[in-house]
């Protein structure tokens, strides 16, 4: 009987520290897999690039766009030796809002809250309305991102608080 219940207990405690060292193992790789680098070395957390589904945050950040004079930003100013400064909030599909900065200039790239942040502290002070006059728009957005005035190509998309979306393009 004792040889019985001894073979029973060895190969139960086999199987479980199977199970548990194969979870960490999985862990490991889903961890490793949520970071990837791109072909100049910069590393993103992907974790980060997920839709921002809190609704403590999502509450935040919605009412802090409700004090601007528009619901969605999407900018793009290209310079010279091909440099970028991308920066945008959005709403995906599901409702929910999200932010985006790309800066090549200061190597910095931001996803979610963290990108959301950077550019609402930006664009507080901007006013825009429909007839707000194209240079004052691209200065006010230059001035307000700390941007130099001599870009290749700006190109601003804002979507006005009443639905009215609005471009600005300009090349040099």
């Known amino acids: ?3 019985i219940l001894f073979i029973t ?7 479980l520290l199977t199970a548990c060292g ?3 193992n999985e ?3 889903t961890v490793e897999k949520n970071v990837i680098q791109n072909d100049k070395g910069e590393t993103t957390n992907m974790d980060n690039l997920s839709p921002l589904n809190n609704t403590r945050e999502q509450y935040k950040m919605k009412s802090d766009m409700a004090k601007l004079d528009f619901s969605e930003i999407d900018l793009e100013v290209s310079f010279g030796e091909q440099k970028e400064y991308e920066a945008e909030i959005n709403y995906d599909n599901s409702g929910f809002i ?7 200039i200061n190597n910095e790239h931001l996803r979610g809250k963290a990108a959301f942040d950077s550019i609402y502290t930006k664009v507080k002070n901007v006013t825009i309305s429909k007839d707000t006059n194209k240079r004052d728009v691209i200065d006010q957005i ?5 941007l130099p005035a001599d870009y290749i190509q700006f190109d601003l998309e804002i979507i006005l608080n009443d639905g009215t979306e609005l ?3 300009d090349l040099k």
């Open 1 to 3: 009987m004792k040889h």
């Open 9 to 15: 207990l060895s190969v139960f405690c086999i199987a």
């Open 22 to 24: 194969g979870q960490t």
């Open 27 to 29: 862990t490991k790789n």
């Open 98 to 104: 999200g932010g985006q900065v790309d800066d090549e």
């Open 142 to 146: 230059l001035k307000s991102f700390d």
């Open 167 to 169: 471009e600005y393009l």
